[in-house]
C-alpha cells in the first residue's frame, strides 16, 4: 500500500520492473520547452523522481542523487516532478545548484502515467527512481512506499558506482 504523510493514497500508470524498456516521455523543462527522454544521449540515464522539489525531503533527494551521481560524464540525471518549470527553476537558483536538470510532467502527466508514479489525489508523482542503461532498458528501481520517506539512497548510490563506465 501506498501512502502519503500516513495516508492511504491511489498512484496510477503502468509500474515498471527492472528489465523493462523505459518508454519515452515528453515534459517541459524549465524554459518551457517540450524535451523528451530520446534528446538525452549519455550512456546512463538516473530519473529521479519526486513529489514536489520545494519539500525538505525532495530537496534533500535531488541534491544526495545530483551530488553522488552526476560526477560521473556518463550519466545524465534528470529530475521529474509535477512542479511547474518555473518553480523548479527558482529552486535550483535559490539552491545554488546550476547542474541539475528539472523537468515538469504537470501538463499532461506524460512520464507518470508511463511510469506508474502519479498520485491520483494529489495529482503529485510519487517519490521513485529509475537507472537506465544504454539500451534505455530499466536496470534499478525503486518505487518508495510512503511518500514522506526517503530513497534507499545507499543502495542507489552503490548500484550506480558498480556501472561499467565508458
Not at 524498456?21 to 524554459?31: L, M, R, S, W, Y
Not at 544521449?41 to 534533500?60: A, E, G, R
Not at 511510469?115 to 491520483?120: A, K, M, S
Request: charged share 25%; glycine share 4%.
Amino acid at each position: 500500500m501506498k501512502t502519503f504523510k500516513g495516508k492511504p493514497i491511489t498512484v496510477i500508470g503502468e509500474v515498471k520492473k527492472v528489465g523493462d524498456v523505459a518508454p519515452d516521455f515528453k515534459a517541459i523543462n524549465i524554459k518551457n520547452e517540450p524535451v523528451s527522454l530520446s534528446q538525452f544521449k549519455s550512456k546512463y540515464i538516473v530519473l529521479n523522481v519526486v513529489p514536489s522539489i520545494d519539500t525538505t525531503v525532495c530537496d534533500m533527494q535531488v541534491r544526495t542523487v545530483n551530488t553522488e551521481l552526476s560526477e560521473r560524464d556518463d550519466i545524465t540525471v534528470l529530475t521529474i516532478s509535477n512542479d511547474l518549470p518555473f518553480a523548479q527553476a527558482r529552486w535550483c537558483g535559490n539552491a545554488g545548484l546550476v547542474n541539475v536538470i528539472t523537468l515538469s510532467d504537470h501538463y499532461n502527466l506524460d512520464f507518470g502515467l508511463k511510469y506508474g508514479t502519479v498520485i491520483e489525489e494529489l495529482r503529485l508523482l510519487a517519490r521513485s527512481v529509475f537507472v537506465l542503461d544504454e539500451q534505455r532498458k530499466i536496470v534499478y528501481l525503486e518505487y518508495v512506499d510512503e511518500m514522506s520517506s526517503h530513497l534507499s539512497f545507499d543502495e542507489l548510490i552503490q548500484f550506480v558506482k558498480q556501472l561499467p563506465k565508458e
